[in-house]
């Protein structure tokens, strides 16, 4: 199993990013996927996860409206597609497969800076 996490980087308040969370070595379209985020100091915090047919559930309420999660599963990915960026939105980002057999990936780190 891998999950690789891409897409990360510096971007200005206001700003957008898309993370994508690359999946092989099990049969994707089978798992719920997740996003989650760490900041310094900070628990991981779920932002949303997504069903195997992309219903999309959870979103924290510090994203909401501002977030979105989607996949692909004919590509084996997940998207993170987040807008109107905030400091306080600076983390690593994990995506995450599954609720039992959890695997993660590495993380991305996203920083929100002027």
């Known amino acids: 199993v891998q999950l690789v996490e891409s897409g990360g980087g510096l971007v200005q308040p206001g700003g957008s990013l898309r993370l994508s969370c690359a999946a092989s070595g099990f049969v994707f379209s089978a798992f719920f996927m997740s996003w989650y985020r760490q900041a310094p100091g900070k628990e991981r915090e779920l932002i949303p996860g997504i069903s195997s047919a992309g219903g999309s559930t959870n979103y924290a309420d510090s994203v909401k409206g501002r977030f979105t999660i989607s996949r692909d599963n004919a590509k084996n990915t997940v998207y993170l597609q987040m807008n109107s960026l905030e400091p306080e939105d600076t983390a690593v980002y994990y995506c995450?497969?599954?609720?039992?057999?959890?695997?993660w990936g590495q993380g991305t780190q996203v920083t929100v800076s002027s």
């Open positions: 995450r497969r599954g609720v039992y057999n959890i695997y």
